[in-house]
C-alpha cells in the first residue's frame, strides 16, 4: 500500500514517484591522512531537481570499547 491523501472523507492516492528521487553518495578516503575522508551526497528528485545535498570532511576518533 502506498501513500494516501485524506481530506473530506476522500482517500486519494498518491503516486511513489512523488516522493521518491535518486540518491548519489561518494566516499574517498583522505590519501596523506587515513584517519581522515571526504563524503559527498546528492538527492535529485525526477521533477523538482536536486533537493538536497551536503559534502564534508571527516575525523575519525579515537577507538572506544573492545576491540
Known amino acids: 500500500m502506498g501513500y494516501v491523501w ?31 575522508f571526504t563524503i559527498k551526497m546528492l538527492l535529485r528528485h525526477r521533477w523538482l531537481g536536486d533537493v538536497f545535498r551536503y559534502s564534508g570532511r571527516f575525523h575519525l576518533g579515537p577507538r572506544t570499547g573492545s576491540q
Open 6 to 36: 485524506r481530506i473530506a472523507g476522500l482517500r486519494i492516492p498518491l503516486p511513489l514517484c512523488l516522493f521518491l528521487g535518486t540518491a548519489y553518495v561518494e566516499e574517498r578516503p583522505d590519501p596523506a591522512d587515513a584517519d581522515r
